[in-house]
């Protein structure tokens, strides 16, 4: 049977690795950079400390991993008749894959809370699985790269990730970036003086899809969902809602003036954009979107999503504030920010902006041709003296053909090779190739040393 892989799975090539590491290592150095540590937590948790908590969709994509052993002794034959799932898989399966990072770093804050420093400034970069169907850019197993505060109902912590994020797209060479900001307050503000409180899940769902559907589409969906023409009259002026952003948030002032909730978005926002404006930013652009909705029974104040201009892929990054990130756990009243990079996302945009052009696949600086094991004896002396100068350096392992040592030298795109015989033993000499000039030239260590060196 021919070898494969799970679908929603891949490998990567040395290059796709360079690439990637490449990304994490830019991510990483800003997170610490804002004063950001690392945690990392188990690549499985216990089931009971993820299901419920994605809703009945999310649970159906958590996998689940069978109990060790014959997890069937034990089962009621009658169970096992009924070939009902749902009551069977606790049966048998105690633990599961995790499915994001947020929930794991919930626990995490409630399991040590003892001993965190708050406000906690976390960062987490690891794989997480779901059980999603495959498809362009969506896979099963994939990285998130997440960075959270926790203990401040601080609006600066807004401000720190805005920069945040700024800092990472211009260190990656991302010029033209958006990060889009909203405040849920705004959107439940919005839902009080159209009359719609009850609706405010399908009126921002539908209002989220403008970009993508429309007004009229927008409309059209309102209507379907019940909500009557006077209410879609008012939201107008969301239709067209341009200018500087003082501007906009001096229309969204006077729309929400009567509601108490959205009054105190607006002021949110506006706290945000001035400080903004007065620090600066290196190359992202800030706009406030009022249709911007993203995890609404999960954030309660501030959203954000990343938007690259130059390619049509989505969203590269998005998050916002919540305020009870683990009352899931039964710890209440425990504010937080936080935010997420789409790496897969990223490294697309990176790609087809031709952005990857200075990174290199990890090679050898130096190759020594194998004579044999006198030969091989010599040279893996000299490489582990090269080695402790940080100098990639490597034996060919077999004593073949010239032509095929010398081959795979060009394939790996290997710079120096070093050709040591009986003569160059004997004199305790090299002779250097240099594989771009093709100039070969007989040097002692010292001289080896220098030119090699980087």
Same mark, same amino acid.
């Given at each position: +049977?021919?070898?494969?892989?799970?679908?929603?799975?891949?490998? *990567?090539?040395?290059?796709?690795?360079?690439?990637?590491?490449?990304?994490?290592?830019?991510?990483?150095?800003?997170?610490?950079?804002?004063?950001?540590?690392?945690?990392?937590?188990?690549?499985?948790?216990?089931?009971?400390?993820?299901?419920?908590?994605?809703?009945?969709?999310?649970? #159906?994509?958590?996998?689940?991993?069978? &109990?060790?052993?014959?997890?069937?002794?034990?089962?009621?034959?009658?169970?096992?008749?009924?070939?009902?799932?749902?009551?069977?898989?606790?049966?048998?399966?105690?633990?599961?894959?995790?499915?994001?990072?947020?929930?794991?770093?919930?626990?995490?804050?409630?399991?040590?809370?003892?001993?965190? @420093?708050?406000? *906690?400034?976390?960062?987490?970069? /690891?794989?997480?699985?779901?059980?999603?169907?495959?498809?362009?850019? #969506?896979?099963?197993? *994939?990285?998130?790269?997440?960075?959270?505060?926790?203990?401040?109902?601080?609006?600066?912590?807004?401000?720190?990730?805005?920069?945040?994020?700024?800092?990472?797209?211009?260190?990656?060479?991302?010029?033209?970036?958006?990060?889009?900001? &909203?405040?849920?307050?705004?959107?439940?503000?919005?839902?009080?003086?159209?009359?719609?409180?009850?609706?405010?899940?399908?009126?921002?769902?539908?209002?989220?899809?403008?970009?993508?559907?429309?007004?009229?589409?927008?409309?059209?969906?309102?209507?379907?969902?019940?909500?009557?023409?006077?209410?879609?009259?008012?939201?107008?002026?969301?239709?067209?809602?341009?200018?500087?952003?003082?501007?906009?948030?001096?229309?969204?002032?006077?729309?929400?003036?009567?509601?108490?909730?959205?009054?105190?978005?607006?002021?949110?926002?506006?706290?945000?954009?001035?400080?903004?404006?007065?620090?600066?930013?290196?190359?992202?652009?800030?706009?406030?979107?009022?249709?911007?909705?993203?995890?609404?029974?999960? =954030?309660?104040?501030?959203?954000?999503?990343?938007?690259?201009?130059?390619?049509?892929?989505?969203?590269?990054?998005?998050?916002?504030?919540?305020?009870?990130?683990?009352?899931?756990?039964?710890?209440?009243?425990?504010?937080?920010?936080?935010?997420?990079?789409?790496?897969? #996302?990223? =490294?697309?945009?990176?790609?087809?902006?031709?952005?990857?052009?200075?990174?290199?696949?990890?090679?050898?600086?130096?190759?020594?041709?194998?004579?044999?094991?006198?030969?091989?004896?010599?040279?893996?002396?000299?490489?582990?003296?090269? #080695?402790?100068?940080?100098?990639?350096?490597?034996?060919?392992?077999?004593?073949?053909? +010239?032509?095929?040592?010398?081959? =795979?030298?060009?394939?790996?795109?290997?710079? =120096?090779? @070093?050709?040591?015989?009986?003569?160059?033993?004997? /004199?305790? /000499?090299?002779?250097?190739?240099?594989?771009?000039?093709?100039?070969?030239?007989? @040097?002692?260590?010292?001289?080896?040393?220098?030119?090699?060196?980087?």
């Amino acid at each position: +049977m021919k070898p494969g892989i799970p679908k929603g799975t891949r490998d *990567f090539s040395a290059m796709e690795i360079a690439q990637r590491n490449y990304i994490f290592e830019t991510i990483k150095s800003t997170f610490e950079k804002f004063g950001f540590q690392p945690i990392e937590t188990p690549s499985f948790e216990k089931s009971a400390t993820l299901m419920g908590k994605y809703g009945e969709e999310g649970d #159906r994509l958590i996998f689940k991993i069978l &109990n060790s052993g014959d997890y069937l002794a034990k089962i009621d034959p009658q169970l096992l008749a009924e070939k009902n799932s749902k009551k069977l898989t606790p049966k048998i399966s105690e633990k599961a894959l995790r499915y994001d990072l947020t929930v794991p770093f919930a626990r995490y804050v409630v399991q040590h809370l003892n001993d965190l @420093v708050l406000p *906690f400034k976390r960062y987490q970069i /690891q794989p997480v699985w779901r059980a999603d169907r495959p498809q362009k850019g #969506r896979y099963r197993e *994939f990285y998130q790269c997440d960075a959270d505060v926790v203990g401040s109902t601080s609006l600066w912590q807004e401000i720190e990730f805005i920069q945040l994020y700024d800092a990472v797209f211009n260190s990656l060479g991302l010029q033209h970036v958006t990060i889009k900001i &909203n405040n849920r307050k705004i959107l439940a503000g919005i839902a009080e003086v159209i009359g719609e409180q009850d609706k405010l899940i399908d009126f921002t769902i539908a209002l989220d899809k403008l970009d993508k559907i429309g007004k009229e589409g927008v409309v059209q969906e309102l209507k379907n969902k019940g909500i009557n023409e006077e209410s879609i009259h008012k939201l107008n002026p969301l239709f067209s809602f341009e200018g500087s952003n003082n501007e906009r948030i001096k229309h969204l002032e006077k729309l929400l003036e009567n509601s108490e909730i959205g009054s105190k978005g607006v002021s949110e926002l506006r706290f945000i954009n001035e400080h903004i404006d007065a620090i600066g930013l290196e190359t992202a652009l800030l706009e406030p979107d009022v249709t911007l909705a993203r995890g609404l029974n999960y =954030y309660t104040g501030t959203i954000l999503e990343v938007v690259a201009n130059d390619v049509k892929i989505g969203s590269i990054g998005g998050g916002g504030r919540y305020d009870d990130l683990t009352g899931i756990f039964g710890l209440k009243n425990m504010s937080g920010m936080g935010i997420s990079f789409g790496l897969d #996302r990223i =490294y697309y945009v990176l790609e087809e902006l031709d952005l990857f052009n200075n990174i290199k696949q990890p090679k050898p600086d130096i190759l020594f041709i194998n004579f044999g094991n006198t030969e091989a004896l010599y040279a893996t002396k000299t490489i582990k003296k090269l #080695r402790k100068y940080g100098i990639i350096a490597e034996l060919y392992p077999d004593a073949s053909k +010239m032509k095929k040592q010398m081959g =795979y030298a060009n394939k790996r795109q290997i710079s =120096y090779v @070093v050709l040591a015989g009986s003569s160059e033993i004997e /004199q305790q /000499q090299f002779t250097l190739k240099n594989m771009e000039t093709g100039e070969q030239t007989v @040097v002692n260590y010292d001289v080896l040393l220098k030119t090699v060196i980087k």
